[in-house]
């Protein structure tokens, strides 16, 4: 008998969908463009920067055939502003996600040509699916796949990181350790505003994709047990009211009311 699996995605899954996210390339091949199922990738000509896949900037990287460039929000200083808003700034919420373009301009990321339209008809498009990965992307904020994207690209490209950062490879794993047990820690601790039924609202603006995934198991067992609280206080409020409302009634019989 196969056991339920748990709900929401695992860790493994998130990091299979993120690399659909966009990362920037510098080919060092020429490479004419391929066909994919969501289009035609642009043609690589050394030394241009080139938006791609993940997963096939990856491969382009395991061939040889290109160098990734990290996003800015990876760099060690960018890191360390960010647990810095995390723990001092703002020690109660997250950190806010990156900035979205502020108008429909072919030329800035975050836009998307719909199938048989013309420029004048541009599709905006909203995160995960903003290129918040690129090396255009702003420091200081981190995307919707912060997490996965920084471990892929430390895992398979950790010497463009540390050379294009001008960082180790360890200094960064290092300061991702930190935030995600820093971002952990609030995510814990940011139940309580659930406590009482129907409770304070639970802020989720600026969550990552991973966070989401590992922990919506613990904070649907304490939305749960908040509900079964909540359930079991109402019943014994109404039991009083009833004993309450019977004694009177015995009280207004006896004098004869």
Not at 9 to 34: D, G, K, Y
Not at 106 to 118: I, W
Not at 125 to 134: D, E, G, K, N
């Amino acid at each position: 008998m196969a056991l339920p699996l748990p709900p929401g995605l695992t860790h493994a899954e998130v990091a299979f969908l993120a690399e659909m996210e966009l990362v920037t390339v510098v080919p060092r091949q020429r490479l004419e463009s391929i066909d994919l199922l969501g289009g035609k990738t642009p043609p690589l000509r050394p030394p241009h920067r080139t938006d791609l896949p993940l997963w096939l900037a990856l491969l382009l990287k395991k061939q040889r055939r290109a160098n990734i460039l990290p996003p800015a929000w990876l760099h060690p200083a960018s890191l360390a502003d960010i647990i810095k808003h995390e723990t001092k700034t703002d020690p109660h919420a997250f950190s806010p996600p990156p900035p979205a373009p502020a108008r429909a301009d072919p030329s800035r990321p975050g836009q998307a040509r719909r199938q048989g339209e013309d420029d004048s008809s541009l599709l905006l498009l909203s995160a995960p699916f903003r290129p918040s990965c690129t090396a255009d992307a702003p420091a200081g904020y981190l995307p919707y796949h912060w997490l996965e994207v920084a471990e892929s690209l430390l895992a398979h490209a950790g010497d463009d990181v540390a050379s294009a950062l001008g960082a180790s490879a360890g200094e960064v794993r290092g300061l991702l350790r930190d935030l995600v047990e820093v971002r952990a820690a609030k995510m814990r601790s940011s139940t309580a505003q659930l406590e009482g039924f129907g409770g304070g609202l639970m802020s989720l603006r600026g969550v990552g994709a991973v966070e989401l995934a590992e922990s919506r198991g613990f904070v649907l067992g304490v939305v749960d047990g908040v509900r079964k609280i909540g359930a079991s206080a109402e019943a014994v409020r109404r039991e009083e009211e009833e004993e309450r409302g019977g004694e009177e009634g015995e009280s207004d019989e006896e004098m004869g009311i």
